[in-house]
């Protein structure tokens, strides 16, 4: 099981998770995926279900998964 799907099944089991992932996971929305160009401190984000995806450019692309 990838590491998105982890954070969904064990969402559905009352169990609470929050952590960095690569922008090479599957799984992860389209919008986090995309090689676009940030400014420094710029961020978005996307909620499917009870997960909320992350990215934030810092000196490099960011990207969080929380339940």
């Known amino acids: 099981m990838h590491q998105v799907g982890f954070i ?3 969402d559905e089991t009352g ?3 929050m952590g960095t992932v690569r ?3 599957k799984g992860l929305p389209y919008t986090l995926k995309r090689k676009d160009q940030m400014e420094h401190r710029e961020f978005m984000f996307c909620i499917k279900r009870c997960v ?3 990215k ?3 000196n490099k692309p960011v990207m969080v998964l929380s339940t």
């Open 8 to 10: 969904y099944k064990n």
């Open 15 to 17: 169990l609470f998770g």
């Open 23 to 25: 922008a090479s996971r």
């Open 52 to 54: 909320a995806s992350v």
């Open 56 to 58: 934030w450019q810092d």
